[in-house]
């Protein structure tokens, strides 16, 4: 019985999001079903804590069956409304069928190599306690609490819960977190129907199963040829950094960047073809950002200077850059200055402290060669960054990176840069993007010699 409420723990928020992806509203046409299932999952699972703060604001006691009955309900109500949406899906393995020669087999290993590696994630999150430090000490506290309660108790600062005042409240590292993190441990715990602080990790290894598929579905719906996006998808899949967030379970920022990165390459989508769906799901996601963490707010953010680029690209652009250069200058103005920002006390003063970067990035096994290949394509299109077809894609990645800058080198998070306790899992939330813009400025790369001699042939 614990074994078949587990899987449908696991399954029913996935089969939530992938129905409600489909309604007709959304016109879901063309889409491939890699794409549908990354999407689902991780817009199932948040649509699930969704369900769960309102069951607790009802005063509905939280627990398998009421949770469980409501996402059914609503799975239900999904399908039936999407229930005359034709299933555009081609068969599994259509991919690997349309290559030929040696492409295949190569195609079949790196398959197998993403398999067996997260297999092995998969074996980690089971077999190893919670272990990661912010994972107990601010996200499976509430977690703990909230299951064994069965409502969401409130999380106060430790002065005011020493000081008694509020009845019922507790305290953490972080009592003004989103609760979006620990609802999913919650979820899972009711599941199982018991604590267990192993299994109820295992959605971080399904938001890596998705994140893969999200990636995978929208290269090839850019046309990127199959065995390029599996690469790429592996290259993911496979650096070290998202790996150790996926087997170390219980950290949030495996889902911010996976949610950003969804939300990145809809909207890199949506720029190129308009496609409605692709919209959609760039706002859903962008918006979701700020449900999973509080810096959710600053990357959802992000998206407002490119998408100012789409709807007036030459004012877009030279407005965008004057409020840059203003926005600069007022940090350096503000020098000094303390206030607080999204729950955080910041403390303003300019420091450039360079080394943490270059050995985390460039000599560390954190990452791979993941920044070498950045450097590469950002060389080799460099001429073409700010075309039109890469404008607003170029303009969202500097906005990210304009955001850490500021978050690195001009806040308190400088002393975490320093001991290297926040730089890697602060980048993670932008290389999913990161990854997929490489990968379309390589595509690029290739294809744009061959169209160029094609079209002087036909001339």
């Known amino acids: 019985m614990e074994l078949f409420t587990l899987v449908a723990g696991l399954c029913l928020p996935w089969l939530l999001g992938v129905v409600w992806l489909r309604t007709p509203w959304l016109r879901a046409t063309g889409i491939t079903w890699p794409t549908l299932l990354g999407y689902g999952y991780l817009g199932g699972i ?4 969704l369900v769960m703060r309102l ?3 009802l005063e509905i006691r939280l627990g398998f069956s ?8 609503l799975t239900v109500a999904g399908a039936w409304l999407g229930r005359k949406e034709p299933w555009r899906i081609r068969r599994p393995g259509a991919d690997w069928h349309s290559l030929a020669g040696w492409r295949k087999i190569v195609y079949a290993v790196v398959l197998a190599a993403i398999v067996i590696r997260l297999a ?6 089971v077999w190893r306690p919670l272990f990661p430090w912010d994972a107990w000490s601010q996200w499976a506290t509430k977690a703990r609490v909230w299951y064994e309660l069965g409502h969401l108790a409130a999380f106060v600062p430790a002065d005011v819960w020493l000081g008694g005042e509020l009845a019922g409240a507790y305290t953490d590292a972080a009592p003004h977190y989103p609760p979006a993190i620990p609802l999913i441990q919650v979820w899972m715990s009711y599941s199982l129907g018991r604590w267990d602080d192993s299994l109820m990790n295992l ?3 399904l938001c890596a199963v998705a994140l893969g598929l999200a990636f995978y579905g929208q290269a090839r719906q850019w046309q990127v040829s199959p065995l390029f996006a599996l690469m790429f998808t592996y290259f993911l899949l496979s650096l070290p950094i998202l790996d150790v967030h996926v087997a170390l379970a219980g950290y ?6 996976a949610f950003y990165g969804l939300a990145a390459m809809a909207f890199f989508h949506w720029t190129r073809k308009r496609d409605f769906w692709q919209g959609a799901m760039a706002l859903l996601f962008g918006l979701g950002c700020i449900l999973i963490k509080q810096p959710g707010i600053a990357w959802a953010l992000t998206f407002l200077p490119a998408l100012l680029i789409v709807f ?4 877009g652009l030279v407005g965008t850059s004057v409020l840059a250069v203003a926005g600069v200058a007022t940090l350096f103005v503000l020098e000094e200055k303390d206030f607080h920002l999204f729950g955080y006390h910041v403390h303003l003063r300019f420091a450039a402290e360079w080394q943490p970067f270059w050995q985390n990035m460039m000599v560390m096994d954190n990452w791979h060669l993941l920044w070498y290949l950045v450097a590469a394509a950002l060389v080799l299109s460099f001429p073409r960054l700010l075309a039109p077809s890469f404008r607003s894609m170029t303009v969202l990645l500097l906005s990210a990176v304009s955001f850490l800058a500021v978050v690195f080198f001009f806040t308190h998070v400088q002393a975490w840069v320093e001991d290297y306790t926040t730089i890697n899992r602060a980048l993670l939330h932008i290389v999913p993007m990161l990854l997929f813009y490489v990968m379309v400025l390589f595509r690029e790369a290739v294809s744009f010699p061959m169209v160029m001699a094609t079209r002087r042939k036909l001339t």
Request: charged share 10%.
């Open 46 to 49: 948040l649509l699930t804590t």
């Open 55 to 57: 069951l607790d604001a």
């Open 66 to 73: 009421s949770i469980g009955l409501a996402l059914l309900l």
């Open 120 to 125: 092995g994630l998969g074996l980690e999150i």
């Open 203 to 205: 959605p971080w290894l």
């Open 252 to 257: 949030a920022d495996l889902y911010m960047g």
């Open 312 to 315: 007036m690209p030459r004012a």
